[in-house]
């Protein structure tokens, strides 16, 4: 079958891979047109306009935020102007909950099918066929997408026929992956400065109580001070704490660990560390306890 | 060889059963002497005060709280009267670690041998000889202990020469279950409130990012509502806050969510959840995003 890819960044490149080696004919897209490339070279058919990606059975969004998944959606020849009546547009960026009830709306009025499908994993997981799925819409949209969500996915969890609700539980993983960064970072601070060795910590942690990879990763990284380069960078984190407090105002949900993530965010950013990895706030409490140097960049 | 095991609590007894397992011989303390009964027909000798189950090789002390453990070390005749010169005191309980200095200090002074032992797990993990410990003291005092540490853990990690490390790393595990606790109130009071399947979340939660025991132990809990009997009382949960705090205060370590926490502690207890699990904190999200009654008993 034939799909479309729309953003070629790390996680939408795994994903194009994954599709090709499931034996899809896949479209490609991205702003940048060298991130193609690669996937060209693999047999990808190659677009200059997000409408052009939008010819075959399905087509896949992944990108940065909300805006851009607005630009390419809603702007002339795009993917409303292009995908035909009964295909399917399968959202697997990160957005908010407001905008996938607005996608959900607009292609309904069109007679085009939505899926919400956001994923948990990181790029090499993707490129692996290898992430879990969250994914809702109506039962014929979601019938429509299996086959190139299967692709992709090694789970799949479908949540309901109202795409919105993937969205809304895709944020929540996400805020608890954050909360997880500022626990570790709290309590690192605090064996950090009672002089015990941070990475025996981790490791003791991860393998009793806390043997989760998300333990695992975060508290390596944390205790290690590398945020650098960034898998996953400090803004984008923001981005996702911003969107899950939105979606719990509009709720009427206090959130009190959720306020106290937008704040580690927003000083990490305020103080240079824009281009670090979102863990990177895991480095704020030893910051505070005088054993690391401000800035946002711990170790130096 | 022989142990005497102070204080029959869950976790206590569970640890007698373990080393009367191994084939050591036991004899047992505990203030409310029905709790010794069943460890009796199995062949432990009971005592009926504390400085007599100190006449073996190794003494374990498994109580509630720093109050309870300086009775039983400090009064006349209890342990540092009565402990033989070279014998060894194994504090497993989660005590301050001001007060695991003092030990240090007073058990050195008497040429006593001291090491703390705190475990990770609960108590039917404790009866299985399963748990995680986490052990600190000097090398000969290590060696003495652990065939002892050995019949009641499956995992012994030895952190260091200084007794109070073991605390503190006891401590900032529990500081990090709680913070699990309460990030997953906090999602799943939003999740809640969209009108989602709070168990089902759970589920999806536990089978991708979050495999870990203590995601599924207490985020079943926490979707159910459920925080009767206690596997771990509130106020047991605030008590191990405290002193994480206080360990942070002594070593200038601010720690925001564990701030929070102790406020959450605070208000469980003084709205009737006293007697409820520590995880009856993960309820308080919900309450106050007004889809559960108030007074700690969430789903009533």
């Known amino acids: 079958m034939k799909v479309g890819i729309i953003g070629l960044g790390q996680m939408g490149s795994g994903m194009a891979m994954s ?10 897209y991205n702003r940048t047109p060298a991130k ?25 969004t992944m990108l940065a935020n909300d805006e851009a998944v607005t630009d390419v959606v809603f702007s002339k020849g795009g993917i409303i102007d292009s995908l035909a009546r009964g295909a ?9 909950v ?24 990181r790029p090499e997981v993707a490129a692996s066929g290898q992430l ?32 919105k609700d993937a969205n809304l539980i895709k944020l929540s993983g996400n805020f608890l992956i954050a909360c997880v960064i500022e626990s570790l970072g709290e309590a690192l601070a605090l064996i950090g400065k009672a002089g015990l060795d941070r990475r025996q910590y981790v490791e003791i942690l991860t393998s009793t109580l806390f043997d989760a990879p998300v333990y695992k990763t975060y508290g390596t990284l944390i205790a ?49 560390g824009a281009s670090l990895d979102w863990s990177a706030i895991g480095s704020i409490a030893s910051q505070d306890a005088g054993i690391r140097p401000g800035g946002g960049r711990g170790g130096r």
């Not at 407001?98 to 009025?109: G, I, K, M, P, V």
């Not at 069109?110 to 994923?119: L, N, R, W, Y």
């Not at 206090?254 to 580690?264: H, V």
């Open 19 to 28: 599709l090709l080696k499931a034996g899809h004919s896949i479209i490609v």
């Open 36 to 60: 193609a490339e690669p996937l060209a070279v693999l047999g990808a058919t190659v677009v200059t306009a997000p409408g052009d990606a939008c010819r075959g059975d399905a087509v896949f």
């Open 88 to 96: 399917v547009h399968i959202s697997s960026s990160t957005i908010s």
């Open 98 to 121: 407001a905008l996938s009830q607005r996608l959900t709306d607009a292609h309904t009025r069109k007679g085009q099918m939505f899926v919400s499908a956001p994923v948990f994993g």
């Open 132 to 163: 879990a799925v969250l994914t809702a819409g109506t039962d014929d949209a979601v019938d429509r997408a299996r086959p190139f969500l299967e692709a992709i996915g090694q789970k799949l969890f479908v949540i309901s026929t109202t795409p």
């Open 224 to 272: 290690q001070d590398r945020f650098e380069p960034a898998g996953f960078a400090a803004p984008l984190g923001q981005k996702d704490i911003r969107l899950a407090l939105a979606a719990a105002e509009d709720l009427k949900v206090p959130m009190p660990i959720g306020s106290l993530l937008r704040d580690r965010f927003l000083r990490l950013i305020a103080t240079g």
